[in-house]
């Protein structure tokens, strides 16, 4: 049984994700920054319906937290499947953003990512196959005005996926981003209304976090072992 790692597995998206690899198979370990209550009644949820899950906690931007919580990972077993989901946004224009919203925006979505990738990717590359996801957001693809921060961080997750898809390529592993535009959850609710959806988005909903799910568990499928590099929206045609 392949092993798979989603970080953030306790969010909206990241519930989605574990739900729908453990689905496919897969045994899920589900992970949160702080909440474990979260990721353990996620893992309680794939349980009762006879999936493979356990859960794990730690900050992914204490770099050592996270190694030694790797380390306690892999000697169990290699992962082979890595999806980097944890992220947060703090929002303001950058002509009034602090230098402390910026830091930890970045820090969480693109410092917690290397954290997280670096020290499983040895043992990855030993079994010749492996798929990583990355999800950036639409912010980084096109910006959004009031979240520089966020729209940087989520660029570089796309030109560090685009990196590692090339170093990896030889080894059976590819390595994609996912750019979600507005998906119904927590972390959307309180910045879009229903009205403000459907003028910005042309199909004038909200996706669904089963959908994006739907996609990752495509691309750590086998049958997407020829797509690498790529950066797949997913946005009800917003661009």
């Known amino acids: 049984m392949k092993r798979a790692l989603v970080t953030g597995g306790s969010g909206d998206i990241g519930s989605a994700i574990c739900r729908r ?6 045994h899920v370990i589900v992970h949160a920054n702080r909440n474990i209550v979260k990721s353990e009644a996620v893992v309680a949820e794939i349980k009762a319906s006879s999936g493979s899950a356990e859960s794990v906690c730690f900050d992914i931007t204490d770099s050592a937290a996270t190694l030694s919580a790797i380390d306690a990972i892999l000697a169990a077993g290699t992962i082979q499947v890595l999806v ?11 002509a009034g953003m602090s230098q402390a919203q910026w830091r930890e925006v970045i ?5 917690g990512f290397f954290n997280v990738t670096q020290p499983l990717l040895l043992p990855m590359m030993q079994t010749r196959w492996g798929r990583i996801i990355n999800l950036s957001s639409i912010a980084g693809v096109m910006g959004n005005r009031g979240q520089a921060n966020y729209a940087a ?11 590692l898809a090339n170093e990896m390529a030889s080894r059976g592993i590819t390595v994609n981003a996912v750019a979600p535009g507005i998906i119904s959850g927590e972390m959307t609710s309180e910045v879009f209304d229903k009205a403000t959806i459907k003028k910005i988005v ?4 909200a996706g669904q976090p089963e959908e994006v799910a739907a996609l990752v568990a ?9 797509i690498s590099g790529q950066v797949i929206g997913i946005n009800g045609a917003m661009a």
Request: no cysteine; hydrophobic share 50%.
């Open 202 to 205: 042309p199909m004038q909903r």
């Open 84 to 94: 980097n989901n944890a992220g947060i946004h703090d929002d303001a224009i950058m």
């Open 107 to 111: 820090d969480v979505n693109l410092n």
């Open 21 to 26: 690899l453990a689905a496919a198979g897969l």
């Open 153 to 163: 961080a989520k660029a570089g997750l796309i030109g560090a996926s685009k990196s």
């Open 218 to 226: 495509f691309l750590a499928s086998d049958e997407a072992a020829y």
